[in-house]
């Protein structure tokens, strides 16, 4: 069976605000280390237990990252359905996406389910799976117990229950969207550091064989880290971007083809402008409960939410900067049907 797999980045998320918001003085050096506290610190538990500022666990996407994540998402589907004519290699059609998936953490649930909106065929259940957690970006050896404490304490990397993550969906009325019976099955892969390698050889074992289809390709699109991508690529990803990995699957997966996305998004208007001023006032980020408590802490008159305002046509391509990215010849390919996947796991 051909296999394409497109591994993207998150969308924008509150951790990564930070620094902007502080360098453009919408909220305080002090305010941010609260918000970035490592569990265990000496303060941490009073804060807790006295309403102070809590750190962002598990961090969830700002408001201008679902925004760019809805719009970006359109232009990687589009860049996405072009590769086969680009390379005029047939194994890369990837009109139609059979498997949605993401990391464990909220962040990547969330960009999974933004980026697909605006798709023609938006999926109808989005997989959490294990092996896909960020790492520690700063060791040698994301196995390294060190490094593990450093995910379990550090609130950009830690990541919350499950019930607290379905609390989170629900509360946004997308849970029905979310499909968590992998990571409910595996929960020591739920929190291992993330590794693309692993994480293929995983699906390879027990995704691959629950397939019930007599379809020769089959596309995946998963959500992972900035940390997991550049672990396999050694190369560094803009939010909601990332590569696909042409393989050919029996038993397992045997690559045939790395493509990074970061060649082509350069020829649309993918939205990647986070430092600039304009986003980083008080309107792009309040009134609103994303970010925790940032609202209450940010500097400036509160009034309406502003919006970055892109919009990407799904069809057109007047997105694109350049025309050679044009998909020659006018074939339609027919929608791959659903794929028959039972939800309650069976595994020895």
Request: proline residues 4%.
């Amino acid at each position: 069976m051909n296999v394409n797999f497109a591994f993207l980045r998150h969308g924008y998320g509150c951790h990564n605000a930070m620094s902007n918001l502080v360098y453009h003085d919408v909220i305080s050096k002090s305010h941010a280390s609260k918000f970035m506290e490592r569990e265990g610190r000496e303060g941490s538990t009073k804060n807790i237990l006295s309403g102070k500022i809590l750190p962002l666990n598990d961090p969830v996407l700002t408001n201008v990252g679902v925004e760019a994540s809805i719009y970006n998402g359109c232009i990687i589907n589009k860049i996405l359905r072009q590769l086969s004519s680009m390379y005029n290699n047939k194994n890369l059609r990837m009109e139609t996406f059979n498997v949605v998936g993401c990391s464990p953490l909220i962040r990547c649930m969330e960009t999974s389910y933004y980026m697909t909106r605006k798709w023609k065929n938006p999926p109808n259940k989005i997989y959490v799976f294990p092996l896909l957690r960020e790492i520690d970006e700063s060791s040698f050896d994301k196995y390294s117990e060190k490094s593990r404490e450093t995910i379990r304490i550090t609130p950009s990397y830690s990541i919350k229950s499950i019930d607290e993550q379905k609390q989170y969906l629900q509360k946004l009325g997308i849970l029905d969207a979310f499909d968590f019976s992998f990571v409910e099955t595996f929960p020591r892969e739920r929190i291992e550091p993330g590794d693309i390698r692993e994480f293929m050889n995983w699906f390879a074992k027990y995704f691959m064989t629950l397939l019930n289809t007599n379809d020769t390709n089959l596309n995946v699109f998963i959500t992972t880290h900035a940390g997991v991508l550049k672990d396999y690529s050694d190369e560094g990803f803009y939010n909601n971007s990332g590569f696909v990995i042409n393989t050919t699957y029996v038993d397992n997966f045997s690559k045939n083809m790395y493509i990074s996305l970061n060649n082509y998004i350069k020829k649309y208007n993918f939205f990647k402008n986070y430092s600039d001023p304009k986003y980083n006032s008080v309107e792009y980020y309040c009134p609103s409960d994303r970010c925790g408590q940032l609202c209450s802490v940010a500097k400036g008159p509160i009034n309406n939410l502003e919006k970055i305002g892109l919009t990407c046509n799904i069809e057109d391509g007047e997105d694109t900067n350049d025309k050679q990215l044009k998909v020659r010849g006018g074939r339609r390919i027919k929608n791959v049907s659903p794929l028959n996947l039972d939800t309650v796991w069976n595994f020895d």
